[in-house]
């Protein structure tokens, strides 16, 4: 199952979880603000910025 996540607010905790399961690839997260750069890193994974609409089906 591929998984994006948006917003790094309350989705963080649902995208750490995420990563925790073998069947789930989280292949990015939306966020517009520093504390969702810091995040993403956090994750390893990239961060899709405010037009994260054109990238949710990657």
């Known amino acids: ?3 994006a ?3 790094m607010n309350h ?3 649902f995208a750490s ?3 925790t399961l073998p069947v ?3 292949s990015a997260v939306a966020g517009n ?3 969702s750069e810091k995040r993403a ?3 390893r994974l990239e961060t899709i910025g405010l ?3 054109e990238n949710v089906y990657r």
């Open 11 to 13: 989705g963080y905790k």
């Open 24 to 26: 789930v690839t989280l």
């Open 33 to 35: 603000d520093k504390l």
């Open 17 to 19: 979880n995420a990563k």
């Open 41 to 43: 890193k956090e994750l």
């Open 1 to 3: 199952m591929k998984v």
């Open 51 to 53: 037009n994260y609409g």
């Open 5 to 7: 996540v948006l917003g």
